[in-house]
């Protein structure tokens, strides 16, 4: 039997941001157990975006607060993480969705993101060869970003074991053990843990996890599909999204991106045929001359989406079990903001920031839902 005050269950951005916020507050005793390998779950197979373009106030805080991390870990952490700020360019075809995200774009300013609505020249100005046919402006926000996933998990794994933290991989949480309604041991495939605390970080298992504990979470896990293409010469910084078509270069010059193949619910993460074509149809349509680039790999993973599109984070009807999940196609990017705001929550029975309060569980059973507009 090993014994850990706080045992996060996950290998993903939620865990390993959260395990790092909790070295950083002076808690030692962690563990991470992660039933493959780190970053094996949906943050390895993200498309590497990182945006403050939303359009709640919840989301744009907590992200305004993600990138001023974002940008201190890119100073700090033991390896290279890749951030970079190339803006996303949000493409807008008609006068409706050009007055929504006016209003957006107002929202965003309040809260100090610095977007703007920009013509077709600057969008020309920005990217020399995207087609503008259709096209009647952007919503803009230069402070946006993406960084390179298995990167980031890398970093913050060395971080972690430099700090002593040690992180259980191949190994699967099967199992708890409650005493007087709080959880007293983790069971896995290959031992059993004594804990204080346990924080589900499990993505699209958290579900069927918290089912064990009989806690209902409304999540839902929709299958993603993702392409990279051969490297070519850097050219494209921004991300560019086209309705639900997105694309960036990465930092060693391949195209990434996806597309929504608006598929139910699922647990299979088979690829398709019918994605790379619709990705290479819409992509051609918008920057027609990628229409020889060769795609190389393709690979599916989850968003796990709440109904509302908004994180769950914070604390469950088990005193001492807590989750960070459910952020549909967002959460790498908020991993930083929501592993500092968790690794609070657990020692201090509290969030530093007032805009988490509405992200909770209770949400859900008190009918207070917040709708995300500005899902991708
Ligand atoms: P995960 O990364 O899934 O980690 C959960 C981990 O828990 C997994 O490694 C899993 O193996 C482990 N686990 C589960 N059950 C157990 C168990 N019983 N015992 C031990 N370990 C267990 N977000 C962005 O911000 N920007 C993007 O551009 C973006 N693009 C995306 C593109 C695609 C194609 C997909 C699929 C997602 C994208 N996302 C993006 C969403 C983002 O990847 C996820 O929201 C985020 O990575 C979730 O992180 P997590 O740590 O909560 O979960």
């Not at 870990?73 to 970079?84: A, V």
């Not at 990217?127 to 402006?137: C, F, K, Q, R, Y």
């Not at 999204?241 to 391949?254: A, C, E, K, P």
């Not at 029975?349 to 992200?359: D, H, P, Q, S, T």
Request: neutral net charge; hydrophobic residues 40%; aromatic residues 10%.
């Amino acid at each position: 039997m090993k014994n850990y005050d706080i045992l996060i269950i996950g290998g993903g951005i939620t865990g390993l941001s959260t395990a790092y916020y909790l070295v950083r507050n002076g808690v030692k005793s962690v563990a991470i157990i992660e039933k493959s390998y780190v970053g094996s779950g949906s943050t390895g197979r993200c498309g590497t975006g990182i945006r403050q373009q939303f359009t709640t106030r919840e989301h744009i805080v907590l992200m305004r607060e993600s990138v001023k991390i974002w940008q201190y870990w890119e100073e700090s952490l033991p390896l290279p993480i890749h951030f970079r700020q190339g803006g996303y360019l949000w493409l807008l075809r008609s006068e409706e969705a050009l007055n929504e995200y006016k209003n957006h774009v107002r929202l965003q300013n309040l809260f100090g993101v610095p977007s703007r609505i920009i013509s077709r020249e600057e969008i020309k100005e920005i990217v020399p060869d995207l087609n503008l046919e259709g096209i009647i402006g952007a919503s803009w926000c230069p402070t946006d970003g993406s960084a390179y996933p298995q990167d980031v998990l890398d970093s913050l794994r060395v971080f972690l074991i430099n700090s002593g933290i040690k992180i259980f991989d191949y190994e699967e949480v099967l199992d708890f053990e409650l005493k007087s309604g709080r959880i007293t041991e983790v069971i896995t495939n290959k031992d059993k843990y004594s804990v204080s605390s346990v924080l589900l970080a499990t993505g699209s298992d958290t579900k069927r996890l918290a089912n064990k504990l009989g806690i209902d979470i409304p999540l839902e896990n929709y299958k993603h599909q993702i392409v990279v293409s051969e490297p070519l010469k850097i050219f494209l910084s921004p991300m560019v999204v086209d309705g639900s078509l997105y694309f960036t270069q990465t930092y060693r010059g391949r195209i990434i991106g996806g597309t929504d193949t608006n598929e139910p619910p699922q647990e299979n993460l088979d690829t398709s045929y019918e994605f790379v074509e619709k990705f290479s149809n819409e992509l051609i349509r918008v920057f027609p001359k990628l229409a020889s680039v060769r795609l190389m790999r393709q690979w599916a993973g989850f968003y796990v989406v709440t109904p509302d599109k908004h994180p769950i984070i914070g604390g469950t009807p088990i005193p001492n079990l807590y989750i960070g999940t459910g952020y549909s196609g967002h959460g790498f990017m908020l991993g930083p903001i929501v592993g500092k705001l968790l690794a609070h929550y657990i020692t201090h029975g509290m969030f530093f920031l007032e805009e988490a309060n509405n992200l909770t569980l209770s949400r859900f059973k008190e009918g207070k839902l917040i709708i995300e507009k500005a899902v991708i």
